[in-house]
């Protein structure tokens, strides 16, 4: 099946820094997704984003899909930032159907 | 609205017990999920439901159950706990099973997670 991997692993940021979080993954993919997951356990979507650049306040996100990675940016980071971000992806190649997640990438934003 | 709902929360189970883990969403999605994280790790899906009326395996279905009650209910059986299930559950939805339509209707929503622990 697609396998995705995301680097670093962990992160420690200085409130105010920007930051890169990078997701690969190793087929062709119809649907991504960045999650975040708070420390208190609750994922939250970020951003839908196949293809293409969005921007969300201070979040950001670029899909290269004949690259086959994506990048989400985190500016001017805030305590509340900490956390866990996932990216997930979908190929419709694949038996079954499912969001597949890699492992993740741990924040940790301090004052 | 309320969006995902599981429950319990929390559940700590013996070796051998068995157990069903409720979700429902109102967003009157037609596709439900239930993953597994494991600590450090991303999520797996175990079950899926595209539609009401269909339920498929996931990555890791062993040892467990699905049904998918109606449109809103997807629950998820433990039918003889082990040791090896001890993780955090989470139920999620989206109004699509992943691609086309619109952008928006393959995002996924999640609950707030179940943390089962089995001795």
């Known amino acids: 099946g697609i396998q995705v991997e995301q680097s670093p692993p962990d992160l420690i940021l200085q409130e105010g820094a920007n930051s890169t979080l990078r997701c690969n993954f190793s087929?062709?993919?119809?649907?991504l997704q960045w999650f975040h997951q708070n420390p208190w356990g609750q994922l939250i979507n970020l951003f839908y984003i196949p293809s293409g650049t969005k921007q969300n306040g201070r979040l950001s996100a670029t899909t290269v899909a004949t690259e086959r990675y994506s990048l989400l940016y985190i500016s001017s980071s805030q305590t509340t930032d900490s956390g866990v971000y996932f990216c997930?992806?979908?190929?419709?190649?694949?038996?079954?159907?499912?969001?597949?997640f890699g492992g993740g990438t741990r924040v940790l934003v301090k004052p | 609205n309320a969006g995902v709902t599981q429950t319990p929360k929390f559940q700590v189970l013996k070796t051998g017990q068995s157990m069903t883990l409720q979700c429902a969403q109102d967003?009157?999605?037609?596709?439900m999920y239930w993953y597994r994280q494991d600590p450090g790790m991303g999520l797996r899906l175990i079950y899926y439901?595209?539609?009401?009326?269909?339920?498929d395996k996931g990555e890791v279905p062993n040892g467990y159950n699905v049904s998918r009650l109606n449109k809103r209910e997807f629950s998820l059986r433990l039918e003889s706990a082990a040791p090896s299930q001890t993780s955090v559950y989470f139920c999620a939805s989206s109004e699509a099973p992943g691609t086309g339509a619109s952008a928006g209707a393959n995002v996924l929503t999640f609950g707030a997670g179940s943390r089962l622990t089995v001795l």
């Open positions: 439901s595209a539609s009401e009326g269909t339920t």
């Open positions: 967003m009157n999605h037609n596709s």
């Open positions: 997930a992806v979908y190929t419709i190649k694949a038996a079954g159907n499912k969001l597949t």
């Open positions: 087929d062709s993919v119809n649907n």
